[in-house]
């Protein structure tokens, strides 16, 4: 535990969550805030269209920061801290739930390291976000579940639902975790012991009925229930468009070959705990042979020249070599790189590292399978395997649900968490298969690897960042310049000029930007003049500058004017994702 804090207050020094400005969406929950401060209503949870304005439920996350600023004011900087407590919060449930699962201490900080340190739940916890505070609240659940079940304490368990009831309350899809708890009960001999009917009903009345009455009364407030979420919505409208088979063959691409490869990729260390018993199974060491012959004749060719390959990441925090999003005119509009790309070579080894963790993780679920069948019908002395089985479901539940609706990178939090959870837990139940010091070792390698690109790369964002902020205040303060006429980013606009029927106007930004005044960019663009620039440093790649520019006065300078395909509306983006 004192390690654990000791690596937080390090990695928030060296990040410095100090600044009033705004990351991503996290605009709109802001926005949401100050509503419910000022007016006490919760208004639309989302920021799309007029016919699909909904999002989260958002409750839990708001009314966590509405906590903090009650104590410490209301300022952009306070509820970012918010978040980072949750993340403290949340890392610290993972530590208890591994140690309560009788964990050797190194294990349980490994695998609560191996989340922390994750680019993207690393990265999240210094926004307004609710992926941190919905991932910490379905780590607390699974803790007090766990627990329950272990004791035999029905009202331990309560406590676990009334968790994944405050999860839910941020982001509807906590769902996944009663769903989970309920099939566990029905496949696990533990179930049985507990009462498996009385576990339904304890559901239904914890967690299922407070939250049919919550999305009712956003129903009944005119705000925006589940029903017009953009991504239920977006569903039917992918379904209607493509047909079925087209639509089923999207999920299974966004599921297996998007999903899998990038939680894999993240959680690779636990997965390397379990060395011993990957490296056993015939299957895996045929796979891995027909991997790592591949990748070193694709590495020899990239590295010859013979070949190219494209390096690709999924939207919309892990960039090409650092950590965003960049949500500019320039960045991302335009698709100009203002920051120093992943080395081709490397990106390979990356994929190749990707596609072996895929294989790994594949071996020790069926693993877990067996173990399942095997012990069927008879009581286990201890309730690991249950949280195995628990933490397992949990996230196979979530990923089938990001597969039908679509996701960004940073939806996959929940799921590496519950990944190292069964993983560790697994271990747990087969005590004569801990790690030997080299395997320990080789799990520490690509953790510490890892962590070093989180901290760097989110340092280097939010230096950009304060300096993004300083172009703003310029803008506003001293030139005067209505935000709507301005092109400041998608934060900036988001906030200051978020209208549901906004009709984007050609050859500007889809962010509801009215007039192009003044552009706010990464870099010079041509067809402009630069007002200001404010510096910033990088510890990845080299230094940066935000550039305040104007249309040129000159018309031979505004002849060359950038052009782009202009992103129709903001509902579109939302959903880029998941094509």
Known sequence: MVILVGIWAL?????????????????????????????????????????????????????????????????????????VAAGFLGSVAMLGTLRAANAPPWAALFGTLTLVLNPLFFSQTFTFMT???????AAFSLWFLYAGVRSGKK??????????????????????????????????????????????????????????????????????????????????QTLVHRGLPEYLN????????????????????????????????RAFRYIFTILTLGFLIIEGLLIGGAVDLQVAFLPNVITDFGIGPLLLKDTYILGIKRLSGIPTPLYCALVYWALVSVVAWAVLVAGSVTRLVRVRGKLE???????????????LLYLFIIGLTGFHDRYLIPVCMMFIIWSIAEKVREPD??????????????????????VSAEHDFMEMKRAQKQAHDYLIHDLRADPCLCDGGMEFNGYHCYKPDFAPVAGLSWWWVSQENYVVTLGPLRGYEVVRTYP?????????????????????????RNVFVQRSSPQIMSLEATR
Not at 265 to 274: E, F, M
């Open 11 to 83: 990695v928030v020094v060296i990040v410095n969550p100090l600044g009033e400005f705004m990351v991503n969406d996290d605009w709109s929950y802001v926005k949401a805030l100050e509503r419910l401060r000022s007016e006490g209503s919760l208004g639309p949870t989302g920021w799309g269209p007029a016919w699909a304005r909904g999002g989260p439920a958002l409750l839990t996350h708001l009314l966590w920061g509405w906590l903090f600023t009650a104590f410490a004011g209301f300022s952009l900087t306070t509820l970012r801290l918010a978040v």
């Open 131 to 137: 992926d941190v505070t919905f991932t910490s609240l």
């Open 155 to 236: 009202t331990v368990i309560a406590l676990g639902l009334l968790f994944a009831l405050g999860s839910i309350l941020t982001r509807q899809i906590g769902l996944v975790i009663p769903a989970a708890f309920i099939l566990a009960c029905w496949l696990h001999p533990r179930g049985k012991a507990l009462g498996r009917k009385h576990m339904v009903g304890l559901v239904a009345v914890v967690t299922l009925i407070p939250w049919l009455a919550f999305e009712y009364l956003l129903f009944r407030v005119g705000s925006t229930p589940l029903t017009e979420h953009q991504a239920i919505v977006g569903v039917w």
């Open 250 to 281: 999207l999920v299974y691409g966004r599921i297996v070959h998007a999903a899998l490869i990038y939680v894999c990729a993240l959680i690779s260390p636990v997965l390397i705990l379990s060395y011993a018993e990957i490296a056993a199974n």
């Open 381 to 395: 002395d201890s309730a690991a395997g249950f949280l195995a089985l628990l933490s397992l479901l949990s996230g």
């Open 433 to 454: 298969t801990y790690p030997t010091l080299p395997a320990l070792i080789a799990g520490f390698v690509p953790l510490l690897l890892m962590g070093c690109f989180a």
């Open 536 to 560: 910033f440093h990088r510890y990845l790649g080299s230094d940066g500058a935000v550039h305040l520019l104007m249309p040129s006065r000159n018309p031979k300078s505004n002849s060359g």
